[in-house]
């Protein structure tokens, strides 16, 4: 039996994924479209959260809880830009000003969110009535309580991923 040249599986699965609306990424299936109707939260098909792997519950005390940990992962704004540029046209933002966007963690960095994944990051618009420095205070304050062992890390990561809005008031915080 003969093979299929690669060049021809990859143009067919390609294709494939295009007609199913997606597109292929780094290696990855992303979503060749995202709906701005989530908003203040990404998409979940486009933008679900990610984990680092390297942060959990024992490993607190040697990275998220200390100062200029977050430094030390986060991707360069080389990455991040280019990023934001591909996303803006995804989420079929109108505003393509880079400037009204911050590349943002959907699971901070600061809560054990994977640096680079597309699947944790996406262009949050610093406009609207929930905004990017709305949640960066919510980002703040799940880390304080993790840090200071008043919420375990796996609840404020769910709580950051289920709903940024409402994550501080379902742990029982303010």
């Avoid at 943002?104 to 610093?126: I, K, Q, T, Y």
């Avoid at 404020?156 to 029982?172: H, N, R, V, Y």
Wanted: hydrophobic share 30%; glycine share 10%.
């Amino acid at each position: 039996m003969s093979r299929i040249p690669r060049p021809l599986v990859t143009t067919l699965s390609t294709l494939a994924l295009a007609a199913a609306g997606l597109g292929v990424t780094t290696g990855s299936a992303h979503a060749a479209s995202c709906s701005q109707g989530h908003l203040p939260l990404p998409d979940p098909a486009c933008t679900p959260g990610d984990l680092n792997p390297d942060v959990t519950q024992g490993t607190i005390g040697s990275t998220i809880c200390v100062s200029g940990w977050t430094a030390t992962v986060r991707p360069p704004s080389s990455y991040t830009t280019a990023l934001k540029k591909k996303q803006i046209v995804e989420y079929g933002y109108s505003d393509t000003s880079l400037s009204d966007y911050e590349e943002d963690h959907f699971v901070p960095l600061e809560l054990g969110g994977a640096p680079r994944s597309e699947e944790n990051l996406w262009p949050e618009p610093h406009y609207g009535g929930e905004t990017s420095s709305d949640k960066d205070t919510v980002e703040n304050k799940l880390k304080k309580a993790v840090c200071a062992g008043e919420v375990g890390l796996t609840d404020a990561q769910k709580a950051i991923m289920t709903d940024w809005t409402t994550a501080l008031s379902s742990l029982g915080l303010s």
